[in-house]
């Protein structure tokens, strides 16, 4: 299934990007604080995430946790909104 804006196809790689970049962020909000994170202007369930992706010891369960937390946030409202976020 291709996803469209404004009658135009949005390319594989674009998507890639916009995934990476979610990643990213995913990454900086891991790396705050217990308290930071509860601050956020985020749904519990996904404070929560954050807040139990802080307890996984191996580096494979912990990326692999924060590709899930990044595809859950995957919209254009919250890349804009998480940007902001991560740059206070």
């Known amino acids: ?11 594989k790689t ?4 916009i995934a990476q970049e979610f990643f990213q962020i ?8 217990a308290k930071q994170i509860e601050k956020l202007d985020l749904d519990d369930e996904i404070k929560r995430e954050f807040l139990l992706v802080k307890n996984i010891k191996s580096f494979s369960a912990h990326e692999r946790q924060l590709k899930f937390i990044a595809k859950r946030l ?5 890349l804009e909104r998480l940007k902001k976020i991560i740059k206070n």
Not at 26 to 33: E, F, L, P, Q, R
């Open 74 to 78: 995957r919209d254009e409202e919250n």
């Open 14 to 17: 674009a998507k890639k990007k």
């Open 26 to 33: 995913t990454k900086k909000i891991s790396k705050m604080t």
């Open 1 to 11: 299934m291709v996803e469209t804006t404004d009658d135009h196809e949005i390319s």
